[in-house]
């Protein structure tokens, strides 16, 4: 009698967030791209130019701006480009709305409820 063959899992790119540095799968997160215009948002994710990934949340956004988005496209972000940044950043949620937040523990100890 044959083997079964098990099942191959598919591979998942994963990425790191530079504001936070957490690792995700690549479709989770927000691709910026530095091209000859500048710095742009990539949804597609398959833009030409060097890329950075962020998370859908302000505080990421926040914290690359800073310094850490710059550095990881190995580019000068210009003004024009950083207000572009801040108003797509407008639109994102305070924080990332799930069922286990970044700076909670998984075992509280407490009973759900």
């Not at 191959?8 to 530095?34: A, N």
């Not at 500048?38 to 990934?53: C, E, L, M, Q, S």
């Not at 949340?57 to 950083?82: F, H, M, N, V, Y």
Request: hydrophobic content about 30%; proline content about 9%; aromatic content about 2%.
């Amino acid at each position: 009698m044959a083997k079964a063959k098990p099942r191959r899992t598919k591979h998942v790119p994963q990425r790191t967030c530079v504001g936070c540095r957490e690792v995700l799968p690549k479709r989770s997160l927000i691709r910026l791209v530095r091209t000859p215009e500048g710095v742009k948002v990539d949804p597609t994710g398959k833009a030409r130019g060097r890329g950075a990934y962020l998370h859908n949340q302000r505080s990421c956004w926040e914290r690359a701006l800073k310094g850490a988005l710059a550095q990881a496209l190995r580019t000068e972000i210009s003004p024009t480009d950083r207000e572009q940044l801040l108003a797509f950043m407008a639109t994102l949620p305070e924080e990332e709305v799930t069922s286990q937040p970044h700076t909670e523990s998984r075992d509280s100890g407490a009973p759900p409820g």
